[in-house]
């Protein structure tokens, strides 16, 4: 017998009325996704509130790597809630963070490198970006097309799409310069796509930007929100080089694509890659709100003392959790896992492109694969209601997954790495019957 276990429609009575309240009390912009409301949840599945169990293949909006509800997870939580809850760091200091930090400076390289920890992903973005000025002494920063890195007024600047992300809400923060990010299955030139984006850059620095002027280019190494678009190799090699020639700092954006989805505990680390700092959130702490930058000892220790901090940043139950799930990763051998859910996520995807002329592409890194829908092979013309039925087709029978990608047509799989193995083929049957369903097919 599977997981899924529907015991009325989607979405039950309780969810919808639920779901009613909500429509009359929370903010209509918080908008829904799946429309049942949780009650419970393990690993990669979830029981709402009228008894029907589903799995989560978005796995938390990609935060649930080491699954819902882990229980060393839940038991760290439980242990440091019961301790203490909160100081201020910057006025109590507590040893969870300080060995959270080490932790993270092993994982991300080692040697001469230190931690400073926040609350989301926006916010770690945001600090790179003080850390970086305050090492360079520059005001200029440069990000790229498909870029997402948060909602608040210096993330959302540096996020590409402007629907629903921007619009109506500038003016935005000065001295921000976008340019094209290589997209291997849209460029003309498959193969060259990175070294047609490294052309762009280096023409960019030569007779529009003063490099001089720049403290940091800012950078998904596999984007997210963007469409799981995976850039050719050399692109962020090279990318690193001329920005160390230039003295411009690397932020590599690893809050989606880090913690080991890829296979290893940057997806950078694919690419033979050494940025200068490196931002992490999401799975770190298994959906408890806490981020890290991660950088070069000499850029983290140059704002003045105050100058980076927050009442709540590195809450101590949240790093009890994201101890607990650096831990998991390595004692359950969840990077080879993400290499194997990967290899069948992907063979799914092949079978079914052999009868779904809508599936463009399958790409990705490890278990961060994405697949894109088309209306036509030859044309890419995007094919975004495919990618939307297929997803609505699987939450009426059981499996919550979420879409990216700039015309919204691309299925990303974000799942938790714990899930079994039975639960993976059932949720990719769900997944795929629904992607045949939606096709023309
Ligand atoms: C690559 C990337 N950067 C930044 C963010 C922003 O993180 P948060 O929503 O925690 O502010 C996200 C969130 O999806 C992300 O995927």
């Known amino acids: 017998m599977g997981t899924i276990d529907l015991k009325t429609g989607i979405p039950g009575p309780r969810s919808r009325a639920i779901v009613e309240r909500k429509e009359r009390a929370v903010a209509n912009p918080l908008d829904l996704h799946a429309p049942v409301v949780i009650d419970r949840a393990q690993g990669a599945a979830f029981t709402d509130v009228d008894g029907n169990t589903m799995l989560d293949l978005s796995g938390g909006l990609g935060c649930h790597l080491v699954g819902y509800s882990h229980p060393k997870v839940v038991e760290a939580v439980h242990r440091q809630a019961a301790r203490f809850s909160h100081t ?3 006025v109590i200091p507590y040893e969870t963070y300080v060995e959270l930090a080490e932790r993270l400076v ?21 600090n790179a970006v003080k850390f970086a000025k305050a090492f360079t002494g520059r005001p200029a920063l440069i990000c ?3 870029g997402f890195h948060g909602r608040t007024l210096l993330t959302m600047t540096l996020t590409s799409r402007y629907r629903p992300y921007k619009s109506g809400f500038g003016p935005f923060a000065p001295e921000v310069y976008r340019l094209p990010f290589p997209y291997p299955y849209r460029s003309a030139h498959p193969d060259e796509a990175g070294a047609i984006a490294l052309e762009t850059f280096e023409r960019t620095l030569a007779t529009m930007v003063d ?10 190494p596999v984007q997210g929100e963007g469409g799981f678009v995976v850039p050719t190799p050399e692109f962020l090699p090279r990318l690193a080089e001329i920005c160390r020639r230039q003295g411009i700092l690397v ?9 080991g989805r890829t296979g290893k505990f940057l997806a950078g680390d694919h690419f033979g890659f050494e940025p200068d700092l490196i931002a992490l959130a999401k799975s770190l702490a298994n959906g408890y709100p806490l981020s890290a930058v991660v950088g070069r000892s000499d850029v983290m220790d140059a704002p003045g003392p105050s100058a980076i ?13 994201a101890n607990a799930v650096l831990q998991v990763i390595e004692e359950e051998g969840l990077l080879e896992r993400a290499e194997v859910v990967g290899k069948t996520i992907r063979a799914a995807w092949e079978h079914v ?45 059981g499996v919550v997954s979420v879409s990216c990608g700039p015309y919204h047509n691309v299925l990303r799989h974000l799942l938790p790495l714990v899930i079994t193995d039975q639960q993976l083929d059932e949720g990719l049957g769900v997944l795929t019957d629904a992607a045949r369903a939606a096709g023309s097919h």
Do not use: H, W
């Open 88 to 90: 201020d760091f910057s």
């Open 309 to 321: 901090g927050g009442t709540y940043v590195g809450n101590p139950v949240a790093c009890a959790a």
């Open 251 to 259: 932020i590599c954006d690893e809050i989606q694509s880090g913690t």
């Open 211 to 220: 490099p001089a002027g720049v403290a940091a280019v800012v950078v998904e």
């Open 353 to 397: 492109a052999e009868d779904v002329p809508e599936v463009g592409e399958i790409r990705g890194l490890g278990a961060m694969v994405g697949v894109e829908f088309v209306r036509d092979r030859e044309t890419k013309e995007p094919a975004g209601e495919v990618c939307s039925a297929l997803i609505d087709g699987a939450i009426q029978r």
């Open 144 to 146: 790229f097309e498909g």
């Open 106 to 126: 092993r994982l991300c390289g080692g040697g001469d490198r230190k931690v400073a920890l926040f609350n989301s992903g926006a916010e770690a973005i945001e």
